[in-house]
């Protein structure tokens, strides 16, 4: 009977803080819509009102543009919702588990519904929108509305590189940064293969973005080997039953699968051979201050030296969350301790190229960190025990800080109204000013050594230039205006010389200006790219330079030759990028939107069905599911429907749910049947912490063969209380750090309607700790205390791995794992002909699980280890990470355990796992 309860309660327990948090924050949110020949563009916020003008007018543009291109249409009026910010757009209501870091926007198969963040870029932003418009166009070509379910089912056998390469291609050319990663790939021999993309799920971080453009550029391969239309033929190729790919691209290519993918690679060898022609490592003149040290690719950027320079500060993601790092300057290697980890008082830092910053007294260094759904500058102390400090700026989207030369102002790059801008913040008293106001995105500041002027990066028609800024008069003037993008400009400690990144020649590399007379050189010629510069003493520069698919911290001692300064070029930006316009703004109308319900879909999967209704802007859900679970022992079947409201102050939701088990007990059969519900709210403290509030009432009854139980008064109801702190990491679906802990209680009584009467304590602690790469030690606690007349039964099958369930009962059950994870192959990435299956992993684990089940008093057993009431046991196991699609993932496991306080027999688990 604490089984129904506790289970129910660790799945709303689950449910995502940030979609929480923004209906807390948003529930009387006033969405309006705007109107146009074929779209309903949604916003929430009237400060964003004119850049939701901006995003209708994209979308029709690049209806108009793509439409004729792929001669698609759409079906009906298709919505987009516009969000303020980044933060605001991974809270939507329109997705129930919100959405994770890095996504830049989405589309949704069953309602048209695509959903895009504002940013200050208008080239990213138009980007988006077109890529997010490309999967609006092919569910309106590719599915069938007459059977809700299809979509995702087709969804699943469409190739991936072909779906997200065809939203790139229409979206825009690829960029410099984008190509500096397949660049690099293609000259390592490690670009993968089209057959290895069917899905993405698989891959590790840092490689879905290289699939995205792999994708795109195969697509502008094929336009260009085959003809005209060739792109055109394979969308509409892709409309009927869409696997395998093979037999849709063989009538255009005549071509098998991997013979076109040879070709496509050997072209892309050819000219990325030829462009980096001349390019050389910066082994010859640096030295390398970071270096190698993991299986996986890991990225290092925006060092910075300290003012004394003999330190660097730097951005890491090597614990699976960007982090700031220090590291000596003098190539030791030495490393101090780690300054800020992510997730212990912010959730993480940001990972712009001018990412961190000194203090001018070298005591503190100033990042950008996200909590709660909110940026800030903090700051952390170089000597042990000094504390993160966060100075009170609180933008939703923020990025670049850079310490002022006096110590008492930080400037960044800020997002207010859809637009980014210059800031700057009084350190002590938290005040802020505007520096710039404008229509280009303003990022990358830095203060000149004298503090009169700031050098930043700006945007405008998708080419970013130089200006300088006089910090006195707020006046900015442009210094520099090429063909090319240069960011992340740093004044040498004299001020006569500028550091900045530029992609001239389609490389970034580290260019240094003369402020005075505007003569330029290149102090790099990598064949990848390299940035981020930053001074130190004596004309020593560091840099990050990407290679082999990492970045990296790089120092030199600039050598500047008085024959290759050069002026700087000046231009137009390049043909590849084509600003958005379409018919005037003012054509459109606006009114209050109207969040209609939807049926969302029906999805029959063999052992699980699914079914779900919301409303436009998803915040009403009725959901229903049912599922079957069987082992060797019985079977299980569970059926719930749910409601969720989050248009009140604070989200209220109940579960429905019935569940029929039938096991096997000793020499008997068990069955039993729980119907009731569960209502409630979760109240979230923080982006790891909430609260559950709740009352259940249900049904249970039990019967061994013809002996029922618990039939005269089979009804239960109860108070919940539960409270949960989660912050897992994973690597692919294996936790690597972090812990959870949940702790509950539940009051069964009669003024309750209870027949029953009880109180029980549960809780649940698992704690991940990765003691080496992918080695990872687990340990923690489970139990349930239950006091009354009425106190619930526990077996200890579901407590200590090994024991055979309906041995050992007891009302007070606690127990305590240790577990060691490691890998036995990783990267295995053998995929079957058809992409059926792809083997990725093999790891195994070794585990010893101890703890009691008891009748008694429990304090009784704690007191004795010896006591009859101690189970333990120890084991071990593997399981296979199996990809089906390469898209669902299929985690086959087999474990072995045996009890070593008794004389049962060893047993042997097979697990199989599918997760839609």
């Not at 840092?206 to 239309?229: N, S």
């Not at 912050?727 to 509950?744: A, C, I, K, M």
């Amino acid at each position: 009977m604490r089984r129904a309860v506790a289970s129910i309660i660790l799945v709303l327990c689950s449910l995502p803080v940030a979609a929480q948090q923004e209906l807390r924050a948003g529930a009387g949110r006033d969405w309006k819509t705007i109107t146009t020949d074929n779209f309903l563009v949604h916003y929430g916020d009237e400060e964003i009102r004119e850049r939701a003008l901006e995003v209708a007018a994209w979308l029709e543009d690049a209806y108009l543009k793509q439409g004729e291109a792929l001669g698609a249409k759409l079906r009906r009026p298709a919505h987009c919702f516009v969000y303020r910010s980044v933060n605001a757009f991974q809270a939507t209501t329109l997705f129930e588990d919100g959405l994770p870091e890095g996504v830049g926007g989405v589309t949704e198969f069953f309602q048209d519904r695509i959903a895009v963040p504002c940013v200050g870029s208008d080239k990213l932003m138009q980007r988006v929108v077109q890529h997010e418009f490309t999967h609006q166009l092919m569910l309106n070509e590719y599915h069938s509305w007459k059977i809700p379910s299809f979509p995702l089912a087709k969804e699943v056998l469409l190739p991936e590189w072909f779906v997200e390469g065809l939203a790139e291609y229409q979206s825009q050319d690829v960029d410099s940064w984008d190509l500096m990663f397949i660049r690099d790939a293609v000259l390592d021999g490690r670009l993968h293969h089209l057959q290895n993309l069917h899905g993405f799920g698989h891959l590790n971080p840092h490689e879905i973005r290289e699939a995205y453009t792999t994708g795109c550029l195969a697509l502008r391969h094929l336009e260009k080997t085959y003809g005209d239309g060739s792109v055109k033929r394979l969308f509409r190729a892709f409309a009927g039953f869409p696997w395998p790919a093979s037999t849709k691209l063989k009538p255009i290519t005549k071509k098998g699968y991997r013979e076109l993918d040879d070709e496509f690679q050997a072209a892309l060898k050819a000219a990325f051979t030829e462009q980096a022609a001349g390019t050389s490592g910066p082994e010859a003149y640096a030295t390398a201050l970071t270096k190698k040290d993991s299986y996986y690719r890991r990225w290092n950027l925006s060092p910075r030296f300290s003012p004394d320079g003999k330190r660097i500060a730097y951005l890491s993601d090597r614990s699976g969350l960007w982090s700031v790092h220090v590291i000596d300057a003098d190539g030791s290697g030495r490393t101090s301790p780690l300054l800020f980890q992510a997730g212990e008082f912010v959730e993480f830092a940001d990972s712009s190229p001018s990412g961190v910053s000194w203090s001018p007294d070298g005591k503190r260094v100033a990042f950008v960190g996200e909590w709660g759904q909110k940026k800030d500058v903090y700051t952390c102390g170089t000597g042990p025990l000094t504390p993160i400090k966060r100075l009170g700026f609180r933008f939703e989207e923020m990025s670049s800080p850079a310490w002022s030369p006096d110590g008492k102002q930080v400037a960044f790059s800020g997002l207010k109204a859809g637009r980014t801008d210059i800031w700057v913040g009084d350190v002590e008293s938290g005040s802020l000013q505007q520096l710039t106001k404008d229509r280009r995105h303003d990022d990358h500041p830095c203060w000149s050594p004298d503090g009169k002027s700031i050098v930043y990066a700006s945007e405008e028609k998708g080419q970013t230039d130089l200006y300088v800024l006089n910090v006195a008069t707020g006046e900015s003037v442009p210094l520099t205006a090429t063909e090319a993008n240069e960011i992340t400009p740093q004044f040498s400690p004299d001020g006569k010389l500028l550091a900045y990144s530029s992609d001239a020649g389609g490389i970034f590399n580290v260019w240094v200006m003369e402020l005075d007379g505007g003569l330029a050189q290149r102090v790099t010629n990598v064949p990848c790219g390299a940035g981020s510069p930053s001074w130190g003493l004596n004309g020593e520069m560091a840099f990050t330079n990407y290679r082999h698919g990492e970045f990296h911290i790089w120092k030199m001692t600039l050598g500047l030759e008085a024959s290759e300064w050069k002026p700087v070029p000046s231009g137009e930006p390049g043909e590849g990028y084509a600003d958005l316009f379409a018919r005037p703004a003012d054509k459109f109308t606006i009114g209050p939107l109207s969040d209609r319900w939807h049926f969302d879909f029906l999805l029959p999967l063999g052992l699980v069905n699914l079914a779900s209704a919301s409303t436009l802007t998803g915040r009403q859900v009725v959901a229903a599911s049912a599922s079957v679970v069987g082992t060797m022992d019985g079977v299980r079947v569970d059926a719930n429907l749910g409601y969720v409201n989050l248009m009140l102050p604070v989200g209220f939701l109940v579960d429905i749910f019935n569940r029929n088990s039938e096991f096997e007990e000793r020499d008997s059969v068990r069955r039993e049947h729980q119907f009731g519900f569960l209502a409630g709210t979760i109240l979230p403290i923080d982006p790891y912490r909430r609260i559950l509030l709740g009352y259940t009432l249900y049904e249970n009854r039990i019967k061994y063969e013809d002996r029922d139980l618990h039939n005269e008064d089979p009804r239960n109801a109860a108070l919940v209380v539960a409270a949960t702190h989660h912050n897992v990491r994973s690597r692919g679906l294996n936790p690597v750090g972090g812990w959870h802990l949940t702790l509950g209680a539940s009051w069964f009584a009669h003024g309750l309607g209870s027949h029953e009467r009880r109180t029980n304590y549960f809780w649940s602690h698992r704690q991940y700790i990765e003691v080496y790469e992918d080695i990872v030690v687990a340990f923690g606690s489970s139990g349930n205390l239950s006091f009354g007349p009425h106190a619930d039964a526990t077996d200890a099958a579901d407590v200590i791995r090994g024991y055979r369930r309906g041995r050992i009962w007891g009302d007070k059950a606690a127990s305590g794992f240790l577990e060691v994870r490691f890998p036995i192959v990783r990267d295995i990435n053998w995929s079957m002909p058809g992409q059926v299956f792809l083997l990725k992993d093999i790891r195994g684990y070794v585990f010893a699980d101890a703890g009691f089940i008891t009748d008694d008093h429990a304090n009784r057993a704690l007191r004795r280890w010896y006591h009859d009431d101690w189970r333990h046991s120890v084991g071990g196991g593997a399981y296979v990470e199996l990809w089906l699609l390469e898209t669902i993932p299929v985690p086959i496991g087999f474990e072995i355990a045996k009890p070593t306080d008794s004389h049962q027999p060893l047993t042997v688990r097979l697990t199989v796992g599918i997760a839609f």
